[in-house]
T-cell receptor, first 114, second 110 residues
Framework: GAGVSQSPRYKVAKRGQDVALRCDPISGHVSLFWYQQALGQGPEFLTYFQNEAQLDKSGLPSDRFFAERPEGSVSTLKIQRTQQEDSAVYLC????????????FGQGTRLTVV | AQRVTQPEKLLSVFKGAPVELKCNYSYSGSPELFWYVQYSRQRLQLLLRHISRESIKGFTADLNKGETSFHLKKPFAQEEDSAMYYCALTPSGGYQKVTFGTGTKLQVIP
């Protein structure tokens, strides 16, 4: 594809519902990142993958958040038992190697928990 | 801990006026600094990075280690510069676990 693709673009979830957000990185990109952007804030790091290995998950706010990238390509961010404070835009980015190379961002998934 | 501070939420300038978007950072080592831009209804994209020392769309930014600043400047603002600008930092040589500031909305008035 032409760039990083995220789906769905918008998601409304009832509090307590589980959600899954998908990221299709640029083909061949080794590194993949997830960020959370609350309203009026900058993106906050959640987690980082190098191929299928999750090398850093220090930004995940709670154990309700889980991310995977089983084949080193598509990644899914899962949020269990969603809470209102989870409402945010979730951004995915990929880069060729992750070190000193530009990260390309998707358009994000806007999650609203009601 | 690394931190990026952008003191202005909104900056309004007239077309043709100079622009300076402020960014200060705190980091104990040698960071790499970036500016990202997000135009209306578009995705976040890299504008420039300090190690490249380049000028993109007329914008420049100089890393001042003494003042721990990386302000973004442009001598003459254009309407198409209106966007959200984020200053960001990553540890030098590391993977891009990027720490972003809260962003400044630049509004160029015709």
């Amino acid at each position: 594809g032409a760039g990083v693709s995220q789906s769905p673009r918008y998601k409304v979830a009832k509090r307590g519902q589980d959600v899954a957000l998908r990221c299709d990185p640029i083909s061949g990109h080794v590194s993949l990142f997830w960020y959370q952007q609350a309203l009026g804030q900058g993106p906050e790091f959640l987690t980082y993958f190098q191929n299928e290995a999750q090398l850093d998950k220090s930004g995940l706010p709670s154990d309700r958040f889980f991310a995977e990238r089983p084949e080193g390509s598509v990644s899914t961010l899962k949020i269990q038992r969603t809470q209102q404070e989870d409402s945010a835009v979730y951004l995915c980015a990929s880069s060729l190697t992750g070190k000193n190379t530009e990260a390309f961002f998707g358009q994000g998934t806007r999650l609203t928990v009601v | 801990a690394q931190r990026v501070t952008q003191p202005e939420k909104l900056l309004s300038v007239f077309k043709g006026a100079p622009v300076e978007l402020k960014c200060n950072y705190s980091y104990s080592g040698s960071p790499e600094l970036f500016w990202y831009v997000q135009y209306s209804r578009q995705r976040l994209q890299l504008l420039l990075r300090h190690i490249s020392r380049e000028s993109i769309k007329g914008f420049t930014a100089d890393l001042n280690k003494g003042e721990t600043s990386f302000h973004l400047k442009k001598p003459f603002a254009q309407e198409e510069d209106s966007a959200m600008y984020y200053c960001a930092l990553t540890p030098s040589g590391g993977y891009q676990k990027v720490t972003f500031g809260t962003g400044t909305k630049l509004q160029v008035i015709p």
